[in-house]
Each structure stands twice: as C-alpha cells, then as structure tokens.
C-alpha cells in the first residue's frame, strides 16, 4: 500500500521528499526487527537513538525528528496510529463456519446469524449467542447465559450459568467466568457453603485474559464495566464491581464486594481487600496492597510484619511529614543554640 494511501488513512503528514507519497509499505514492525518496506513508529523521545540503524521505510511520529534519513508520518497518537495499522495489516475478517456436527449445541438454544461454533463445544438450553460471535472448540456455556454479538470466546473458556457477556467481548483461553464465589459461615467446627446463586454481568468491549476466574455474585452480579480490560490470571471475587474502562494487569487479586470506578490502573500483583472502593482515574502500584476506601490518587507500596507491628507503624507512617518538619524545626533550634553558646 502506498504511503499515501496510509497517511490519508490515519490522518498523518508526510515529512519527507516529494517522491515520498509513492513509497510502497508492505508490512509493520518494532524498531529493532522493521526491514525494508516496513512502517515502524517512535512513542517518545527517549527511543529516538533506537532508529540508528533502523531499515524500516517509514516511522511514525508525534513531532519531525531532526537528523534522521527515514520518512516520517507525522500523527497525533503514534502508538494509537501503530495500532490501527496493525489491524489494516494482519487482522483479516474470517467467514462463518457454522455450528460444527461436533459441537453439542441443544436444540433449545437460541443462536444468531454467522455464528461460529467450533468441535467440542457444549451450548446449553437457555443460551443465546449473538450475531457473528466465534466460539472455539471446547467452551461451555451454562444454563441462562447469553453472549452478545461480534465477541470471540477462544477455546476451553467456560461461562457458567446466568453469565450476561455484553458485545464485542473477548475472552481469552481458560478463563472461567460465573464459577462460584468463595462464600463460608464457620458453624459447630466446620466451614459451612454458603450457596452463590447470583451471576455475572459482563458488559460491552471488555476483553479478559488468559486464566482469569470472575466469580459469580453470592446474590446480585458481579459486574465488569464496559471497555474495561483484564489481562492473564487475575482473580475477581463475588459481586466485585468494576467500572468502565479500567485495566486490571496480571496476578491481581480482587476481593469481594470491591467497588472500583472508572478508569482506574491497577498494577500487576495488587491485592486488593474485600468490601474495599477505589475512586475512578486511580492509579494503583504493582505489589500494592489496597483496603478500605481510596481516594483519587497514585498510591504503591505494601510489605508484610506481624498485624499490630504494622498497624503501629502505619499509624506512624501517616505522621511522618509532619515529624520530619518538628525535627527539622528542632535542628535549627539546636543550631541556633550552639551560635548562642559562649566559648
């Protein structure tokens, strides 16, 4: 495809020779791998140095960059840039395949136009599976549960019963959503189940990860907001909510009844305590262990010691501003003393 062709497609400025409108871009790649032919891109500054040598035909930038002998398209969001050409490049729509012979799918379900079922696949009673939605080999889907349109459930994914999947949802291999909440009453010696007969609402443009288990409400839902997305191995307990597009990285644990806003960033291995409420466009640390209500903010840190050691020193921690300022006040005041000492 021509340059030009491209540059109309993203709204870019070529900077370059005139001749520059007619290079012809063949593929995408990083910095490092990009040949001849290849667009690549720049995200900031800092990875200007990384184009010495680069033999890639176009860079994509946010501002010119001086010096450099590759043609550059100017855009406002590189990465955003980068990003839609590699779904113009590589992501090509695929025609439906139907409901496959081997896929048991009852004849009570309600399945929509251009679905895709793959082999193995086990489609309850009171399912309903939108238009266009792929679902790959060995998923189940429980009683009640209802996908919506142009989502891609990818294989050995389980939605359990009354499971709502809004659309345009992914989820990803060996995620289980709907399973059950980790609810016990301790009672004459013994934990006691206490039954999770709520269910899970999964709403519009989510994407969820690898292993990632969202357990069902003990009564209610649990809700996950739209274009909130969750990557590999997170845990989501019972009637968790979680508001609209946030990210949830890897290993993060999310205990129950947990309310977190829009647009909220936890790192990677946060554990996050049960009935605790995270405030939209919070940004949380990796390792950050979070409890009770947290404002709006960037918070990090956790560490483990003996509950009353930690709970003195946190009491403590919070003071320490203002200790540092008495004891600075008091270094002065010492100071002051020793000019004021006779010899």
Not at 194 to 221: C, F, K, L, W, Y
Request: aromatic fraction near 6%; hydrophobic fraction near 40%; proline fraction near 4%.
């Amino acid at each position: 495809m021509k340059l030009k062709k491209l540059a109309s497609l993203l709204k870019g400025e070529i900077i370059g020779p005139p001749q520059a409108d007619n290079i012809e871009i063949t593929g995408v790649s990083g910095i490092k791998e990009a040949q001849e032919g290849d667009i690549t891109f720049i995200s900031a500054q800092r990875f200007v140095k990384d184009l010495s040598g680069c033999r890639a035909s176009c860079v994509i930038v946010k501002e010119p960059i001086a010096d450099i002998d590759i043609t550059q398209l100017k855009v406002s969001n590189p990465y955003f840039a980068f990003a839609k050409l590699l779904e113009h490049f590589y992501i090509k729509p695929q025609k439906p395949l139907g409901i496959s012979k081997d896929a048991i799918v009852s004849d009570k379900a309600r399945i929509g136009k251009d679905v895709s079922i793959l082999p193995f696949s086990y489609i309850s009673d009171t399912v309903s599976v939108g238009d266009r939605t792929v679902i790959h080999p060995y998923v189940f889907i429980g009683d009640d549960t209802a996908v919506g349109e142009d989502c891609l459930i990818y294989p050995n994914v389980t939605l359990r019963e009354n499971v709502k999947i809004g659309n345009r949802v992914i989820i990803h291999s060996g995620s289980v959503i709907g399973s059950d909440g980790f609810g016990y009453v301790f009672e004459k010696g013994r934990h006691y189940k206490i039954p999770q007969v709520g269910g899970v609402i999964i709403e519009d443009d989510v994407e969820i990860g690898s292993n990632v288990s969202i357990d069902r409400a003990t009564t209610g839902n649990t809700i996950i907001g739209k274009g909130t997305k969750i990557d590999n191995l997170v845990q989501i307990a019972h009637n968790v909510k979680i508001g609209n597009n946030s990210i949830i990285i890897a290993q993060v644990g999310i205990g129950g009844s947990t309310e977190i806003g829009d647009f909220v960033t936890i790192a990677g291995q946060v554990g996050v305590s049960d009935h605790a409420k995270i405030e939209s466009e919070t940004m949380i640390g990796a390792q950050s262990g979070v409890m009770g209500h947290v404002t709006k903010g960037v918070y990090s840190g956790t560490f483990a010691i003996p509950h009353r050691d930690w709970l003195k020193a946190q009491a403590i921690f919070t003071k320490l501003p203002e200790l540092n300022k008495k004891i600075k006040e008091l270094e002065e005041k010492i100071k002051d003393l020793e000019r004021r000492k006779p010899e």
